[in-house]
T-cell receptor, first 112, second 113 residues
């Protein structure tokens, strides 16, 4: 399984953009990049995913490096509610039997 | 629309007891999975299923059994509980494989004494 590397924790000020990095140097050409987050005392929730092109949705943007060895989750304007653990995950887009393996993620602290 | 429902929310077991954690989804999702989360840690995959009648092992399957007799239900069985199985357990479902959005339940907090 391809692995991801994320910083253990990050801090950001409220109402400022947040850039959460993820390294996946062993990614294959057919791996999707997924981001989930887990708010305190809750189950994880889907944030965004992509394959090659940058992706935007109502929650965030996903910027994927041209060589796909890294990606960045962008929260455009952080709120206190965005304080959570953010997980970057890879899955093989052709293999419906693939496992979804979570790492330890990045704990994001939002400062008021 | 209930989504993914886990029962019970809390459970205390004695060492050696058995129990089943229930997981049900009403979204007709093919792919379901079970994770455990220990304090301060990420989620670890226990077992998963790509469809009714098919299950497979994840990262930490020892001490747990699963079955998938219907699309809706994916119970997790602890045959002989051990203190090391004290954890929060999450069930998830995906519409069509791991590349689709996963929906998680609210979790079951299990304590084995």
């Amino acid at each position: 399984d391809a692995k991801t590397t994320q910083p253990n924790s990050m801090e950001s000020n409220e109402e400022e953009p947040v850039h959460l990095p993820c390294n996946h140097s062993t990614i294959s050409g057919t791996d999707y990049i997924h981001w989930y987050r887990q708010l305190p005392s809750q189950g994880p929730e889907y944030v965004i995913h992509g394959l090659t092109s940058n992706v935007n949705n109502r929650m965030a943007s996903l910027a994927i490096a041209e060589d796909r060895k890294s990606s960045t989750l962008i929260l455009h304007r952080a709120t206190l509610r965005d304080a959570a653990v953010y997980y970057c995950i890879l899955s093989h887009f052709l293999n419906r039997d693939d496992k979804i393996i979570f790492g330890k993620g990045t704990r994001l602290h939002i400062l008021p | 629309n209930a989504g993914v429902t886990q029962t019970p929310k809390f459970q205390v077991l004695k060492t050696g007891q058995s129990m089943t954690l229930q997981c049900a989804q009403d979204m007709n999702h093919e792919y379901m999975s079970w994770y455990r989360q220990d304090p301060g840690m990420g989620l670890r995959l226990i077992h998963y299923s790509v469809g009714a009648g098919i299950t497979d092992q994840g990262e930490v399957p020892n001490g747990y059994n699963v079955s998938r007799s219907t699309t809706e239900d994916f119970p997790l069985r602890l045959l002989s509980a051990a203190p090391s199985q004290t954890s929060v357990y999450f069930c998830a479902s995906n519409p069509a494989g791991p590349n689709t959005e996963a929906f998680f339940g609210q979790g079951t907090r299990l304590t084995v004494v």
